[in-house]
């Protein structure tokens, strides 16, 4: 495992202070009791089971199916009403309700996530689900804010669960003959370097070409370049991820080859025969796609290719949920959205670029995603260790499995795309 500097949480990530809306549930009680009737109806027709503490199941799951034991139902529909999804993922923060399959439990409510609420209350979504904070809007500042919320965590942290290449992003594995993708722990970096090496072929890298990475990650990518020959600048707004990213590009003796820099894709400047983006898009936010891919498309020298990651969701989904404020972004990943291929094609194409290839392998991201889960499981001492307290720990493995149930379920998908100049 590559070995990294101990970077202290900050107390405000791991205090119980940080946590209110964990501490005690809270919401009037009308909202309780229409949230219990709308949960109760939706579970009695999902194929899973709900045990509430006198013993009674609900549900229309067989024997094998999913089980989700209510501990204490009065507090779990309290911050059901209060908060929606929301209060369902802070409930099992808080201990209101668990699961010895919760990635099964999570990948039922996704498949059925279009019946589980009435239709007369989907046309009232954008009255009745709460936007995103103003605070969290990825502008310049607002950006920095946001990742340093989840990727300046803890480098160590990191490394607990990562594999030796420090890639958080979808791996691409072998195949077997039906296309499944083979996968294990013992695979995982090598699996990291294949979709880094496709990553780095459909931007046409080799000896010579100047690379633009956006989102540096830990390095990886830019190693991998290096060592073709290209010549590197790498840019992310997290300082722990440039720390370490740079000392393992000095310590790989590529410092003449690869600049580490923290700044703003909105601050790119020069031109580049090639550009590699891996999942750093979901973090740009809706209003703000043209500006990226217009500073794609400014940098990006004539001839040349840009290589593209990104986690998408069906377009119609991601119409319909991209004004909500979700779990995931109040715990995980602030001020992001998820875009569709279609919008990604369309916010290029306004800026002069043009999708000329594309592979999807939401498959391979759900394995991924397993394998990070089951190696952050068998090593939650050690989190305690880092000062991370049970509250981040139910909340982390909540994240993972919700990811791992999105990709599982098909809601989530993951892609590689090539793009070009139009013009």
Known sequence: MTRVSCAQPATSMIDSARWPDVAAAAG??????????????????????????????????PADSPVMNLRRPQEFFRRLGAGGLIGFGEAYMAGDWDTSDLVG??????????????????????VAVRGQPTADEPTPDG??????????????????FLDETMTYSSALFGTDSASRPVAG?????????????????????????????????????????????????????????????????????????????????????GEFDA??????????????????????????????RIGLQAITMDHDRMLATRHSYTWIHKYIFPGGLIPSVTAIEDNARRCGLRVSDREDFGRHYEQTLRIW???????????????????????????????????????????????????
Not at 105 to 125: D, E, I, K, M, N
Request: proline residues 3%; glycine residues 10%; positive net charge.
């Open 105 to 126: 439990l999570l990948t039922v409510f996704a498949r059925q996530t279009a019946s589980l609420v009435p239709a007369w209350a989907q046309r009232l979504r954008r």
């Open 143 to 160: 950006a920095r804010r946001n990742i340093h919320r989840h990727y300046d965590l803890s480098n160590d942290l990191f490394a607990l």
């Open 373 to 423: 889960r089951e190696r952050f499981t068998a090593r939650l001492g050690q989190v305690k260790r880092l000062g991370f307290d049970d509250t981040f720990i139910g909340m982390w493995t909540f994240y993972l499995c919700y990811a791992e149930a999105g990709f599982r379920s098909g809601y989530l998908d993951v892609c590689q795309l090539t793009l070009e100049g139009s013009r």
């Open 275 to 304: 550009i590699c983006s891996a999942e750093m898009i979901e973090a740009v936010g809706e209003k703000y796609w043209p500006g990226y891919f217009g500073a794609l498309g400014r940098a990006l020298a004539p001839g040349g």
């Open 28 to 61: 009037p009680r009308g909202r309780a009791a229409v949230a219990r009737v709308l949960f109760t109806r939706a579970a009695a027709r999902l194929p899973l089971r709900v045990r509430f503490p006198d013993g009674h199941l609900l549900g229309a799951g």
């Open 185 to 269: 722990e013992d695979l995982l970096a090598e699996a990291q370097r294949r979709k880094i090496d496709r990553l780095l072929d459909r931007a046409g890298v080799r000896q010579g070409t100047r690379l633009l990475e956006v989102g540096t990650g830990w390095g990886e990518l830019a190693l991998r370049a290096a060592a073709r020959g290209a010549s590197v600048l790498t840019i992310t707004i997290s300082p722990e991820q440039r720390e370490l990213a740079a000392r393992r590009i000095a310590d790989a003796g590529l410092s003449g080859q690869v600049r580490a820099e923290l700044r703003d894709y909105r601050d790119v400047h």
